[in-house]
């Protein structure tokens, strides 16, 4: 698996839009990117999934730079309950998104 | 999307004493799981892969004989974390992957909060 870099940390307020880069430099041609959120004591939970351009869902978006080495986690408005753990993860769909490596995850506290 | 439950959600024991984890697929078959461990403020660390009749595969660093994992049907693994120490405190968590149309991912329990006395 690929390995990723994150920020350890970010502060945002309600109603902003927060934007959390991963790098993965030495992302493979088969790899996809996947994006899982945890709560306090809580298992991760999926978010986004994609392997280029852009990808948008009801929670979020992923963007995805012509080179792959990079990819960014956009979360329009944040509210109080985003603040979580945001993992990004690089790997082949038929093997790297089962067997799970994390890495050290973006901790996310959106104050009032 | 696909349910992955664990039982307990929280167990307190005594130091020396076994404790049983239960990871089941609600909703799908899942022929292999993993289980991670979790300390505070720390990622998640995958500890072995549980495959449906057939032993586990450990990781680097993790104690089979202390660690044991038994995945008996295609829905239910479990985790028997034996002589339990406090140092074994920890949040334990299981996933189950799965294939859908979309997206491969995999799905998590909830987590079970392991405290040793």
Known sequence: LAKTTQPISM?????????????????????????????????????????????????????????????????????????????????????????????????????? | GAVVSQHPSRVICKSGTSVKIECRSLDFQATTMFWYRQFPKQSLMLMATSNEGSKATYEQGVEKDKF??????????????????PEDSSFYICSAPQTGTANTEAFFGQGTRLTVV
């Open chain 1, 11 to 112: 502060d945002s307020y309600e109603g902003q839009e927060v934007n959390i880069t991963c790098s993965h430099n030495n992302i493979a041609t088969n790899d996809y990117i996947t994006w899982y959120q945890q709560f306090p004591s809580q298992g991760p939970r999926f978010i986004i999934q994609g392997y280029k351009t852009k990808v948008t869902n009801e929670v979020a978006s992923l963007f995805i730079p012509a080179d792959r080495k990079s990819s960014t986690l956009s979360l329009p408005r944040v509210s109080l309950s985003d603040t979580a753990v945001y993992y990004c993860l690089v790997g082949d769909l038929n093997t790297g998104f089962q067997k799970l490596v994390f890495g050290t995850g973006t901790r996310l506290l959106v104050s009032p």
């Open chain 2, 68 to 85: 044991l994992i038994n995945h008996a049907s295609l829905t239910l693994s479990t985790l028997t974390v034996t002589s339990a120490h």
